[in-house]
């Protein structure tokens, strides 16, 4: 909907003049009524409105009767006087912007101090007016929305004030977001006369329109600045496309409505005979809308499998006003009635509204012709925030102003900070950097919409559409983030990078001693999440690998560490090297008496594999050279021995059960089990086995041997006669990386493990990143 000066709002009364010529009582005409007006205001001692704002006054009164127009009328002296002798890019008096600007707000419902505000918008930064001078003539409330709007001077930013402006200005609307809809009626008005710009500094303000202001007047739920700010962006940066969607536009409007208005008329006969009141009125769509709904139908075959062409509901919906929330599901029950629903096109905002506060019922019926005609059904209440969003709800921090008069108990909508809006200040004020800022805050407003999750505990996260698992982790907070090793959504496990949608239950699964990776990064959608997971791995930097060769030339060697009591010895001795930290490689599992080699790791550690694993030889083709390591008696690590072990069977029902109840049997705990999917009846079972003595291995083979259907027991990458079990034909090379770093598996979580304890490489990939 375009907002034209004077111009009042769709659903809102029409003056006297537009009602038709009407002779004022007494039969004095309208000049001398005027002149007998004035004398009157002068007669009780107020000062006269000035004639320039009599649009402004027209507009405020219909939705403030009683407003108080000898503040306007000083806000607006002090305005002219300020911009005396000021023009705008077309050669019009600089007035005319704020006071074009300030009849928009009033056309959408705004508050006297906001209409006083946007006034005097420009004068601290366009005149020798200072802050502290509106706000002793106006009051410090004035004095906040004005300084919130004003831009920063590029002289102190430079080419970061752009940034740095947008910046202030949302923290400002953290506290009153009438400051961002001036702003947004400011953008409207100069996007209006951007005719009047460069063609460089139009397609310059255009994007920035596009990307920033469109996405915060929907967030806002603003809709008819929206709307027109689109259709302008439009035809700024794509004037063939929008010439050609305006010319089909004004084509449909220029011919016979027979299909909305036909259909409009039908379903009002049908609501009236039910006896539900409500206004039924077609709502053409806007150029930037229609242009969408024609990609979409040349996107999509027809049955003749080429791209279809418009149809004549493409160019407008039925919007059905009612006045209580009841009649809007008894309208949609006499639609879904008496016309075909189309499956899936349902969705209930009343019970659930969106983010940007925005109610209605949306469906889709099918006519006896085969056409498509899409219906929104909302009560007025809804059609007003629907329509100017934040404004219609007033100021929240006066109780019975704006939307709290004659409030539906019903209403869902919050007239408190929007959720979006709290959560844009949290990130923002980890980002000093301006670039980083804009990226950030572009990338935040670049989705179309919001979903809402709920835990299993019962809380509702509200999410940008595409966010993941990681995304809820750190919504829940940032240590819950930073702990989070995977997720159940909808009761299944799922990865951390799986995408979440509207509706979704999740549930976030932890551990202690788990940390954030570098891949979180590329899954995480929001800027707070992004945010904490650089931040962590910038606190956690890992340190640079120092390997030790042995003791300096004349230096003793030092002497072996003492054991502490109670805890067991390093399974592992290393020649010439005394007590050097011992990790076992995850990727084949050593186990006394395997023949092992050592090879130098991060931190002086060493890294201990089976001779012949393959890890161990790229390590060695690497430069790393091998040590000599012998397993020390008596020795074992703290958590004790683990075996990966691979069972190769025919399928049939009960042999996990049987698998697991025989190690179980021998006493062996499992830390992890993969199954993979069946091939040709045969079936591959890994697990991961915590081992009470090394010599219990062996029992271990020999019992999953016994298993009815298990033709073969094996531990990947064991060499060929070195210990139980063999090692496959042809390993191929692991992945980038450490193998004897890899993390070992999570604690217990009550399922049975779905992720690989060994990939086909070897190298144990599960567990939490540390």
Same mark, same amino acid.
């Not at 010529?21 to 000035?50: I, Q």
């Not at 918008?121 to 004003?150: K, N, R, W």
């Not at 769509?285 to 493409?314: E, I, T």
């Given at each position: 909907?375009?907002?034209?000066?004077?111009?009042?709002?769709?659903?809102?009364?029409?003056?006297?003049?537009?009602?038709?010529?009407?002779?004022?009582?007494?039969?004095?005409?309208?000049?001398?009524?005027?002149?007998?007006?004035?004398?009157?205001?002068?007669?009780?001692?107020?000062?006269?409105?000035?004639?320039?704002?009599?649009?402004?006054?027209?507009?405020?009164?219909?939705?403030? #009767?009683?407003?108080?127009?000898?503040?306007?009328?000083?806000?607006?002296?002090? /305005?002219?006087?300020?911009?005396?002798?000021?023009?705008?890019?077309?050669?019009?008096?600089?007035?005319?912007?704020?006071?074009?600007?300030?009849?928009?707000?009033?056309?959408?419902?705004?508050?006297?101090?906001?209409?006083?505000?946007?006034?005097?918008?420009?004068?601290?930064?366009?005149?020798?007016?200072?802050?502290?001078?509106?706000?002793?003539?106006?009051?410090?409330?004035? /004095?906040?929305?004005?300084?919130?709007?004003?831009?920063?001077?590029?002289?102190?930013?430079?080419?970061?004030?752009?940034?740095?402006?947008?910046?202030?200005?949302?923290?400002?609307?953290?506290?009153?977001?009438?400051?961002?809809?001036?702003?947004?009626?400011?953008?409207?008005?100069?996007?209006?006369?951007?005719?009047?710009?460069?063609?460089?500094?139009?397609?310059?303000?255009?994007?920035?329109?596009?990307?920033?202001?469109?996405?915060?007047?929907?967030?806002?739920?603003?809709?008819?600045?929206?709307?027109?700010?689109?259709?302008?962006?439009?035809?700024?940066?794509?004037?063939?496309?929008?010439?050609?969607?305006?010319?089909?536009?004004?084509?449909?409007?220029?011919?016979?409505?027979?299909?909305?208005?036909?259909?409009?008329?039908?379903?009002?006969?049908?609501?009236?005979?039910?006896?539900?009141?409500?206004?039924?009125?077609?709502?053409?769509?806007?150029?930037?809308?229609?242009?969408?709904?024609?990609?979409?139908?040349?996107?999509?075959?027809?049955?003749?499998?080429?791209?279809?062409?418009?149809?004549?509901?493409?160019?407008?919906?039925?919007?059905?006003?009612?006045?209580?929330?009841?009649?809007?599901?008894?309208?949609?029950?006499?639609?879904?009635?008496?016309?075909?629903?189309?499956?899936?096109?349902?969705?209930?905002?009343?019970?659930?509204?969106?983010?940007?506060?925005?109610?209605?019922?949306?469906?889709?019926?099918?006519?006896?012709?085969?056409?498509?005609?899409?219906?929104?059904?909302?009560?007025?209440?809804?059609?007003?925030?629907?329509?100017?969003?934040?404004?219609?709800?007033?100021?929240?921090?006066?109780?019975?102003?704006?939307?709290?008069?004659?409030?539906?108990?019903?209403?869902?909508?919050?007239?408190?900070?929007?959720?979006?809006?709290?959560?844009?200040?949290?990130?923002?004020?980890?980002?000093?950097?301006?670039?980083?800022?804009?990226?950030?805050?572009?990338?935040?407003?670049?989705?179309?919409?919001?979903?809402?999750?709920?835990?299993?505990?019962?809380?509702?996260?509200?999410?940008?559409?595409?966010?993941?698992?990681?995304?809820?982790?750190?919504?829940?907070?940032?240590?819950?983030?930073?702990?989070?090793?995977?997720?159940?959504?909808?009761?299944?496990?799922?990865?951390?990078?799986?995408?979440?949608?509207?509706?979704?239950?999740?549930?976030?699964?932890?551990?202690?001693?788990?940390?954030?990776?570098?891949?979180?990064?590329?899954?995480?959608?929001?800027?707070? /999440?992004?945010?904490?997971?650089?931040?962590?791995?910038?606190?956690?930097?890992?340190?640079?690998?120092?390997?030790?060769?042995?003791?300096?030339?004349?230096?003793?060697?030092? #002497?072996?560490?003492?054991?502490?009591?109670?805890?067991?010895?390093?399974?592992?001795?290393?020649?010439?090297?005394?007590?050097?930290?011992?990790?076992?490689?995850?990727?084949?599992?050593?186990?006394?008496?395997?023949?092992?080699?050592?090879?130098?790791?991060?931190?002086?550690?060493? /890294?201990?594999?089976?001779?012949?694993?393959?890890?161990?030889?790229?390590?060695?083709?690497?430069?790393?050279?091998?040590?000599?390591?012998?397993?020390?008696?008596?020795?074992? #690590?703290?958590?004790?021995?683990?075996?990966?072990?691979?069972?190769?069977?025919?399928?049939?029902?009960?042999?996990?059960?049987?698998?697991?109840?025989?190690?179980?049997?021998?006493?062996?705990?499992?830390?992890?089990?993969?199954?993979?999917?069946?091939?040709?009846?045969?079936?591959?079972?890994?697990?991961?086995?915590?081992?009470?003595?090394?010599?219990?291995?062996?029992?271990?083979?020999?019992?999953?041997?016994?298993?009815?259907?298990?033709?073969?027991?094996?531990?990947?990458?064991?060499?060929?006669?070195?210990?139980?079990?063999?090692?496959?034909?042809?390993?191929?090379? #692991?992945?980038?990386?450490?193998?004897?770093?890899?993390?070992?598996?999570?604690?217990?979580?009550?399922?049975?493990?779905?992720?690989?304890?060994?990939?086909?490489?070897?190298?144990?990939?599960?567990?939490?990143?540390?």
């Amino acid at each position: 909907m375009t907002i034209e000066a004077g111009q009042p709002l769709a659903g809102q009364p029409t003056s006297a003049r537009q009602a038709g010529p009407r002779r004022p009582l007494g039969g004095l005409g309208r000049a001398a009524l005027g002149r007998a007006g004035r004398a009157a205001l002068l007669a009780t001692g107020r000062p006269p409105v000035p004639d320039a704002l009599e649009p402004l006054v027209q507009a405020h009164r219909r939705h403030h #009767p009683q407003a108080d127009l000898g503040l306007l009328g000083r806000a607006y002296r002090l /305005a002219e006087a300020s911009h005396r002798g000021q023009k705008r890019k077309s050669g019009e008096p600089y007035i005319t912007h704020p006071l074009a600007v300030t009849v928009i707000l009033a056309q959408l419902g705004a508050g006297t101090t906001t209409l006083v505000a946007s006034l005097l918008h420009d004068t601290v930064e366009d005149t020798e007016l200072t802050l502290e001078q509106v706000a002793e003539g106006f009051g410090p409330e004035v /004095a906040y929305l004005v300084d919130g709007v004003t831009k920063l001077e590029k002289v102190d930013f430079g080419a970061a004030a752009e940034a740095e402006t947008f910046r202030k200005m949302l923290v400002a609307t953290g506290d009153d977001v009438r400051v961002m809809v001036i702003k947004l009626a400011d953008r409207l008005h100069n996007m209006r006369t951007i005719r009047h710009m460069k063609p460089a500094s139009q397609v310059r303000i255009a994007k920035v329109t596009r990307d920033v202001l469109i996405p915060l007047a929907e967030r806002l739920g603003i809709q008819v600045l929206k709307a027109e700010l689109e259709d302008i962006v439009f035809a700024t940066l794509h004037p063939e496309e929008h010439a050609r969607t305006r010319a089909l536009l004004g084509r449909h409007e220029a011919g016979p409505d027979t299909l909305l208005a036909p259909f409009a008329h039908s379903l009002a006969r049908q609501l009236a005979e039910a006896g539900v009141a409500a206004e039924v009125t077609v709502r053409p769509r806007h150029c930037v809308s229609l242009h969408r709904v024609l990609l979409k139908r040349a996107a999509a075959p027809g049955p003749d499998g080429k791209p279809q062409g418009p149809q004549p509901a493409d160019f407008g919906r039925l919007l059905v006003v009612v006045e209580e929330n009841a009649d809007c599901y008894a309208v949609l029950g006499e639609l879904h009635t008496c016309w075909t629903p189309l499956p899936g096109e349902f969705k209930d905002f009343v019970a659930a509204p969106k983010f940007n506060l925005y109610q209605s019922l949306h469906t889709a019926v099918a006519l006896a012709g085969g056409e498509v005609v899409e219906v929104l059904v909302r009560t007025r209440r809804m059609h007003e925030v629907a329509e100017t969003g934040v404004v219609a709800l007033g100021d929240p921090r006066q109780p019975g102003t704006g939307g709290e008069q004659g409030r539906d108990e019903l209403d869902r909508t919050d007239p408190a900070r929007p959720g979006w809006l709290s959560r844009l200040l949290e990130w923002q004020q980890e980002t000093p950097d301006p670039d980083a800022f804009w990226s950030a805050l572009t990338a935040d407003l670049a989705g179309d919409r919001e979903i809402t999750v709920v835990t299993e505990r019962g809380e509702t996260l509200q999410l940008r559409a595409g966010a993941t698992c990681v995304d809820a982790a750190y919504l829940l907070g940032e240590e819950t983030g930073h702990r989070c090793i995977g997720a159940r959504v909808n009761g299944r496990l799922a990865a951390l990078s799986t995408v979440l949608h509207d509706g979704d239950r999740v549930a976030v699964l932890t551990e202690e001693a788990a940390g954030p990776a570098p891949e979180w990064l590329a899954h995480a959608r929001t800027p707070g /999440a992004r945010l904490a997971i650089e931040r962590w791995l910038a606190d956690h930097a890992p340190r640079r690998p120092v390997v030790r060769t042995g003791p300096s030339a004349g230096q003793p060697a030092p #002497p072996d560490r003492p054991v502490a009591a109670g805890r067991p010895a390093a399974p592992v001795t290393v020649a010439g090297r005394p007590g050097a930290p011992v990790r076992l490689a995850r990727c084949c599992t050593p186990v006394p008496p395997d023949e092992i080699v050592g090879y130098p790791i991060r931190a002086g550690a060493v /890294a201990v594999h089976r001779a012949g694993c393959p890890a161990g030889e790229r390590m060695r083709a690497d430069g790393r050279g091998a040590l000599e390591v012998r397993w020390r008696p008596g020795g074992a #690590p703290a958590a004790g021995f683990r075996a990966t072990l691979r069972a190769e069977a025919l399928n049939r029902p009960r042999l996990l059960a049987d698998l697991t109840a025989a190690i179980s049997a021998e006493g062996v705990g499992i830390a992890a089990a993969e199954v993979e999917p069946p091939q040709e009846l045969r079936v591959r079972h890994t697990y991961t086995v915590e081992l009470p003595d090394p010599a219990a291995l062996a029992a271990v083979l020999r019992a999953m041997l016994r298993v009815s259907g298990v033709y073969d027991v094996e531990r990947p990458y064991a060499p060929a006669g070195g210990g139980p079990g063999r090692a496959p034909a042809a390993p191929a090379a #692991p992945p980038a990386g450490d193998p004897a770093e890899a993390p070992g598996p999570p604690a217990e979580i009550g399922v049975t493990r779905t992720t690989p304890a060994c990939d086909h490489h070897g190298e144990f990939t599960a567990g939490p990143r540390r």
